[in-house]
């Protein structure tokens, strides 16, 4: 999330970090460092940061999958 503490969503780090637990599938993503425009949107360069972990995570996990 953009978001740190006492901005505007910050407090929903903490529910966000709790989706793992409660969905088998779910993974959380940092966006720590990522630069942003504002306290709730990314800039571009935020945005690609993201999308390059996301794809990490993603590749790691097809990686590991079982093949059908």
């Known amino acids: 999330m ?3 503490e006492g901005s505007c969503c ?3 780090n903490a529910i966000v970090n709790t989706l793992p637990q409660v969905i088998p ?3 959380v993503i940092s966006s720590e ?3 942003a425009m504002d306290t709730a949107h ?4 935020g ?3 993201l999308g390059r ?3 990490r995570r993603m590749l790691s996990l097809l990686a590991g999958a079982p093949e059908d």
């Open 2 to 4: 953009v978001s740190v």
């Open 10 to 12: 910050g407090s929903m």
């Open 25 to 27: 599938n779910a993974h």
């Open 33 to 35: 460092g990522c630069t």
């Open 42 to 45: 990314f800039d571009a360069a």
């Open 47 to 49: 945005y690609r940061e």
């Open 53 to 55: 972990r996301y794809g």
